[in-house]
């Protein structure tokens, strides 16, 4: 006879395999882009502070630019406040643009604010 919890485990296992053969869609980490630095310097149009990460939508010469910067506590280290990343500012993003092409994005690894330095990551090899 089956006990209620092996019979529960074997009524999972659809679920988990159907589940577990979904490919991920989350950007975590720098895979998605070039090793090559980069920088511009754009107005900020809007913004999404937050987990698990903030973004910042730059316009660079008419065309919006996706900037990916710290999580809220990598912010904070950085002294990147959300006053400082407000509409109509002015910025500079030192990173690692996108390897599509066609996508205009960038993952932070310094900004410049008013000629201040915001490093969110300061242990990174530039």
Same mark, same amino acid.
């Given at each position: ?40 310097? =754009?107005?900020?149009? !809007? +913004? ?12 660079? &010469? /008419? #065309? @919006? ?29 030192? =990173?690692?643009?996108? !390897? +599509? ?12 604010? &008013? /000629? #201040? @330095? ?9």
């Amino acid at each position: 006879m089956w006990s209620s919890t092996r019979f529960f485990l074997w009524s999972l296992l659809p679920l988990i395999l159907l589940f577990g053969s979904i490919p991920a869609t989350a950007h975590h980490g720098w895979g998605w882009a070039t090793d090559q630095e980069f920088e511009i310097t =754009g107005t900020i149009v !809007a +913004k999404r502070l937050g987990n698990p990460h903030g973004e910042v939508t730059l316009n660079v &010469d /008419g #065309k @919006d630019w996706l900037i990916e910067v710290g999580q809220p506590w990598r912010n904070q280290r950085a002294g990147l406040t959300a006053e400082l990343l407000s509409e109509g500012r002015v910025i500079t993003v030192h =990173g690692h643009k996108s !390897a +599509k092409p066609d996508e205009r994005r960038v993952k932070a690894e310094r900004v410049v604010i &008013d /000629g #201040k @330095d915001y490093n969110l990551y300061p242990d990174r090899p530039s």
